[in-house]
């Protein structure tokens, strides 16, 4: 069974930074996008920031140059660097992930979530 745990969110001031952490777990073969979304309270998750295995990135445009997504593969660990949080931002962060259970078996996994409350 292949799990992403995520840790890393709680509560901040306006301005202020957190990094989040999502690690793969299980009996994996490769792993293909890892990406970050989130969900506030009332509206439809989106997407926050994508890592393609190729080292490509994506981001919302309410991100961009303030968030970053980085990957440390040795680890199987995707991570979300924010800066300049707004109160916007505070919603409910969940990791995904495309894996490769086999070389021709992928599945896509969705973290538990953490919150990341940011206040004004």
């Known amino acids: 069974q292949v799990q992403l745990v995520e840790s890393g969110g709680g509560l901040v001031q306006a301005g202020g930074s957190l990094r989040l952490s999502c690690t793969v777990f299980?009996?994996?073969?490769?792993?293909?996008?890892m990406g970050w979304y989130r969900q506030a309270p009332g509206k439809q998750r989106e997407m926050v920031a994508v890592s393609t295995s190729g080292g490509s990135t994506n981001y919302a445009d309410s991100v961009k140059g303030r968030f970053t997504i980085s990957r440390e593969n040795a680890k199987n660990t995707a991570y979300l660097h924010m800066n300049s949080l707004k109160p916007e931002d505070t919603a409910v962060y969940y990791c995904n992930g495309l894996v490769h259970k086999t070389t021709f078996s992928i599945v896509e996994v969705w973290g538990q979530g953490t919150l990341v409350t940011v206040s004004s």
């Open positions: 299980g009996n994996i073969f490769s792993i293909n996008n």
